[in-house]
């Protein structure tokens, strides 16, 4: 059967992608796939696909080989991959290059025109992200075609969990991006968790976007992010795809520095 373009934006085999992993992911990823839960995720994967299931994305590891874990500077959280077809592309809330961005997204770019004054200068502003050190991470890393959440318990959160956990106790102070309730859910406790800069708001679903307690529209979490790296003395992340770090043209909550204990456990949030 010739491959058509549906099936180039989806899964066509598992595993996939292990060889383009960043050097440093490589061992945790490669244990987990050795491990129970990995073998029956992997399991699981392969028995989908041999029934003719469509499985969203094509490259389930991407955010894991454009972001080492010795670059990662700025962590956003995501559920799961996009669920129509040609829309997910292995980051968290990015779509595919050609593919009209959904609500969500739109309300990222919404976010970013707020704060800097115009919009993104490049149609794949996040993969462009991805490269500066922002880890654009979903907990579930696939979905079946047009059932979001449907591989929300096959275990990938085992994986990303490591991942996330990783981050969290490394030395190097990063900023967390929790948008939503379940994002937020994820951030952990105790003196690990002090040394990092944790933002929370709602989601950017337009459900939920525009509601208290934290909206996303006016979070201004992309400059408060440039403000906290600047402090530890690294560059600013280029939110916009021009190659140069845009002031905020909007004023924003001010960061004072203080970091996790700053922030409550949890924002009810959609």
């Known amino acids: 059967m010739p491959e058509t373009g549906e099936s180039r934006a989806a899964l066509a085999a598992w595993p996939t992608g ?12 490669r244990g987990f796939l050795r491990s129970a839960e990995g073998r029956r995720l992997s399991d699981f994967l ?9 499985v969203y994305p094509p490259e389930p590891l991407r955010a894991l080989q454009l ?3 010795e670059a990662v500077r700025v962590v956003i959280l995501g559920q799961d991959p996009y669920h129509g077809p040609r829309q997910a592309c292995g980051l968290a809330f990015a779509v595919a290059p050609g593919v009209r ?20 200068g490049t149609d794949q502003p996040l993969a462009h992200w991805a490269r500066q050190g922002v880890l654009l991470l979903n907990t579930s890393l696939t979905v079946e075609a047009g059932q979001a959440g449907s591989h929300a318990r ?17 030395p190097r102070p990063l900023a967390f991006l929790l948008w939503g309730a379940h994002a937020q859910a994820l951030r952990p406790a105790g003196a690990d968790a002090q040394r990092h800069l944790w933002l929370a708001a709602n989601h950017p679903s337009p459900l939920s976007a525009q509601r208290p307690p934290v909206p996303f529209i006016g979070c201004g979490h992309f400059g408060q992010v440039n403000d906290f790296l600047r402090r530890q003395g690294e560059p600013a ?11 905020p043209t909007c004023p924003r909550p001010p960061f004072d520095g203080i970091i996790a204990s700053s922030l409550p456990e949890r924002w009810p949030s959609g």
Do not use: M
């Open 18 to 29: 292990l060889d383009a992993l960043a050097a440093g992911w490589q061992p945790l990823v």
């Open 237 to 247: 992340i280029d939110w916009l795809g021009n190659a140069r770090a845009v002031a």
């Open 101 to 120: 961005p959904p609500p969500s997204l739109r309300n990222i770019y919404k976010e970013l025109a707020r704060e800097f004054g115009q919009p993104p």
């Open 67 to 69: 972001t080492p874990p």
């Open 46 to 54: 392969q028995a989908r696909l041999a029934a003719g299931a469509t």
């Open 154 to 170: 096959i275990g990938w959160q085992a994986l990303t969990s490591q991942i996330f956990d990783r981050l969290v106790a490394g």
